[in-house]
C-alpha cells in the first residue's frame, strides 16, 4: 500500500540490524581511519579551506546545517584536539549559537575547491567571547563578538564519491545563476511579496549588495 507521499511504509527501514544487513561490512580501513586529534594532513587541509559546514541540533532535536566561509586556513587550531571558528556578521537567526549553548554536539565538513575529498570533525562546541582569541581573528579590523570553540572527538577524511557523482568542480557542471530569481525576489515572494515594478526590484536587489559588501565583516 502507497501512502500519500509515494512510498511504501512496509519497506521502512526500522532499526539499525535491519540497516546493517543491506550492506557488506565496513571496510577495515574506514574503521581506522577515525582519529581522536589533528595529524599534520588533517591540519594542511584545514589550512586550505576556505569554507565549513557545522551541524548543530536544538534540545527538541530539530537538526540544523550552517555553512561558514572566509579565506582559506580560516579556522584557528588552537592544539591537536582543539580548534576555533570565527563567527562573522549573519542575519542574527543565531541557530548554530543556540542549539551549541543547549547542546554542544557538532559535526564540521570541510571542503578545499577542486579538491573531491572531505575532511569531516566530530565534537563539543562551546561559545567564547575571549578578546584575545577574538582579535587574532579580525579580518579587515573587525573583530567577530564570538568564535565557537571545538574539543576534537573524531576526525577523519572522506572519500571522493559524492563531490565525483555530483561534478561540484566541473566547470561544465556550472549552472547559470540567471535561471532562478535573485535571492531578494525569493525571500519577497516567500514573505510579503515582491514589487511587480522590475526597476524597484532591481534597485532592493542593489540594496542587498550594498549590504553585502559593508557587512561581511
Request: aromatic content about 6%; some cysteine; charged content about 30%.
Amino acid at each position: 500500500m502507497t501512502n500519500e507521499t509515494g512510498f511504501r511504509p512496509e519497506y521502512l527501514v526500522t532499526s539499525e540490524e535491519e540497516l546493517r544487513s543491506l550492506f557488506p561490512p565496513t571496510h577495515e580501513v574506514a574503521l581506522k581511519k577515525c582519529q581522536d586529534r589533528l595529524d599534520r594532513h588533517a591540519r594542511d587541509f584545514m589550512a586550505r579551506s576556505p569554507f565549513l559546514c557545522i551541524g548543530t541540533q536544538s534540545p527538541d532535536g530539530s537538526a540544523d546545517v550552517s555553512p561558514r566561509g572566509d579565506p582559506r586556513g580560516f579556522v584557528h587550531v588552537l592544539d591537536d584536539r582543539t580548534l576555533a571558528i570565527p563567527d562573522r556578521p549573519g542575519n542574527n537567526r543565531l541557530d548554530t549559537q543556540s542549539n551549541i549553548i543547549a547542546n554542544p554536539s557538532v559535526g564540521l565538513l570541510f571542503m578545499v575547491p577542486g579538491f573531491d575529498e572531505t575532511l569531516r570533525i566530530n565534537g563539543k562546541a562551546r561559545i567564547t567571547r575571549d578578546p584575545d582569541l577574538l582579535a587574532s581573528m579580525a579580518m579587515k579590523g573587525r573583530a567577530p563578538t564570538i568564535a565557537i570553540v571545538v574539543a576534537i572527538e573524531e576526525v577523519f577524511l572522506h572519500c571522493a564519491k559524492a563531490f565525483r557523482r555530483s561534478g561540484l568542480w566541473d566547470p561544465d557542471q556550472r549552472q547559470n545563476r540567471d535561471e532562478m530569481p535573485s535571492l531578494s525576489k525569493m525571500i519577497l515572494d516567500q514573505t510579503t511579496g515582491a514589487p511587480r515594478d522590475a526597476d524597484e526590484m532591481n534597485r532592493i536587489d542593489a540594496a542587498l549588495e550594498e549590504e553585502y559588501a559593508k557587512s561581511m565583516y
